[in-house]
């Protein structure tokens, strides 16, 4: 079974979640709960840091694309923190994904 980390920091009224390892087809759905457990609906902004990401495939990025669609109906900002020239933010550049939140270095 493949590894991933997800660890909650409250902010205030703010969440920063680290996600690291491997989200893939096996964890996907771990990783979903986990996300949606951190983050109550009064927030008021989240910030995704993926440097630790090593490897992100369309289950994954699933995952990603549900948490954008949720935080938007919710009204709450996405940013997504993802070293330029990672192999992450190449897959959220080729998805798309950036229509939805910005990626900042």
């Known amino acids: 079974m493949t590894d991933a980390t997800v660890v909650v920091r409250p902010e205030g009224p703010d969440v920063r979640i680290t996600i690291g390892g491997e989200v893939d087809l096996e964890n996907a759905t771990l990783v979903e709960e986990q996300l949606a457990a951190a983050i109550p609906n009064e927030t008021n902004a989240v910030t995704l840091e993926l440097a630790d990401l090593d490897y992100l495939d369309s289950a994954g990025l ?38 939805l939140a910005s990626l900042e270095a």
């Open 62 to 99: 699933r995952v990603l694309f549900a948490l954008a669609a949720r935080l938007e109906v919710l009204q709450i900002e996405l940013r997504v923190d993802v070293p330029p020239g990672s192999h992450t933010r190449r897959v959220l550049q080729l998805s798309g994904f950036e229509s």
